[in-house]
């Protein structure tokens, strides 16, 4: 059929206008995205923010955009530096002061940096933004830049291949019981090849609960104190120590663990040190709700008195114009960022949903905060009495707060998601539409299931990984939201924690926390003094860590951590670096050689290993570096470590007694590269 000059015309226009179009278009930049915490040195400051990088596709310039909330004081002023965060980097780009919207960065040369080694920086996890605040003039806020994964739409990740959770080799159930316990024992192997995983989960969560708080007054009354407290924090360390290596709920132990360092109180706020059986009262309810239903665990931790007092939410009251007063922000933004949705939205695959601009979207405002703090007034210590004071009442650390209803602010409030609590619902009321709503968002399954994958698995989880574990969060097979237990199971029994194939996966595993590499070793060997007793106190320096003994409420790392160097180059989180240096690389190895030569004559409270599983192999070097390698490599320990090992082994003098040769490769396999990473 013949085209008329005219149609073709207008074809031709349409074509010229479609071309001129994608000309004008520009190329997709390349997102590169920072989330802030407080830095070294600003351990009291509760400060947080997502800063974003869009790279041009030519590589000559870059947007860059910083929000941030809740600084301590006033800030002086933000600016892009190379290196490690830490006030060790050097200044390559200013900011200024404020919120920072859309700012371009022209690269050019500055100071020693070209403005290829600039952009290299950025492509390589090396470069980190700063807030100066007049508190914290050397770094208040800060955080490593690493590429960005989101989108605009969603398409959900492929299945994964099928793996056989049927067939378990002594490595497999080694690997298995490194993520589920507080380190393999042999015969803890033995029970997970007799009975397989699934019948071993389900027999761990039907345990009953073993509890801190009586295991602290019971080593309080076996070792009182002399001091004015009856009941001191030495005693719930003990008692935490010995619980972890000793008691048959391991899984559920575990899980505690892991909940504690999301939802995070600590021995070091003033007025929770001299509250041991508290924390151990705390630590206690996280267990129990470890397998229970999310919703019941947010209302419990809300409600806590222990978190009342650690975020100000205990006594909280309205705001008062006349005296210039508000309520009190800080619980009510720590249970959105930290514990249930984050800053930003996400994909149920965790990754970010961007805007049409490609930036990330933010969960809520600063004015969602002020409606939040408002809707969270009027709980106080529970009181059976009549007419109970709001402030007068006695510390009940052991029953949930109460509502004092004239001390709630009844006005109107629009929270997350732009949810409106009406006016004078009541406390109670705007309390449970509040955790409803918190907990039926779409990030709290992303959000949290990628903490709790961390804490077990793998700092690094893949996409599908995160969206299967997360559509258990969403729904357990019997629409049911929030199963705990089903998510432990899920994340446990996943194809990326399973499968030996991931193995070879350098984004897979995680570095264990010291905590993990102590209580491995004595577990392993069955530890303990001749007193009873596990007088292991404040290992702050020895360990980096005390159980409940974090320094902010960030825990003692942020789950996004980055570490400089091949792992930020590689775009891979590193949670655990964050208490990693040159220093606590010694100080963990010394803690691990002590636990190791004890003497012939130990002290009554020195723990002593039964190292008779060892001294039985002690004259087959190959066999008892199987051994090692199985408890605390789960049989991943390199080819030429083992050997050089082996071959250390056998420059000993023939003279060496058995005790001694077991000894001296237990050291070297726990304080090896092998041991330390969790694969």
Sequence with gaps: MAISLRRLSLCLGCLTAVLTLRAQTPAPSTLYIANLGPLPGANASSASGTATI?????????????????LSSEEITAHLKVGGVGNTGTFVFALGSGQVTDKLWAFTPAGSFSSASQVAAL?????YVEIDTTTYPSGELGGQFLKGSGSQTFTPPAAPPAVNLNVVSQ??????????TFGPTLADIGTVLNQGYVPWISAQMAM????????TRADAAAFPNTGTF????NNREAAWWKTSVTAPDQLRQRVA????EIFVTSQVASSLANQPEAMANYYDMLAGDAFGNFRQLLQDVTLSPVMGNYLNMLRNQPANPAKGTAADENYAREVMQLLSIGLNQLNPDGSLQLDATGQPIPTYTPATIVQTANALTGWGYHNAAANPSFTGSAADWYNPMQLYPSFHDNSQKTIVNGVVLPASEGGAADLKTLLDTLFNHQNTAPFICRELIQRLVTSNPSRGYLYRVSQVFANDGTGTRGNLAAVVRAILLDEEARSPALLTNASFGKLKEPLLR?????????AAAQNGRFGIFNTDTALGQTALGSPTIFNFFLPSFVEPGSLASAGLYAPEFQITTAASALTVANNLYS???TSATPAATTLVLDLTPLTSEASNSAALVNTLNLLFCGGNLAPATQQTIISSLAALPTSTAALDRARFALDLVVTSPGSAVQE
């Design 54 to 70: 869009q790279l041009s596709a030519d590589g000559t310039t870059a947007n860059v955009d910083v929000v941030f909330s809740n």
């Design 123 to 127: 492509t390589s996890g090396n470069l």
């Design 171 to 180: 490595s497999d159930a080694a690997r298995f019981l490194t993520q589920a």
């Design 208 to 215: 009953t609960p073993t509890s801190h708080l009586a295991a």
């Design 230 to 233: 009856p009941i001191v924090q």
């Design 257 to 260: 663990f892991a909940l504690s």
């Design 518 to 526: 102590q209580t491995a070793v004595y577990r392993a060997f069955n």
């Design 595 to 597: 636990s190791i030569y």
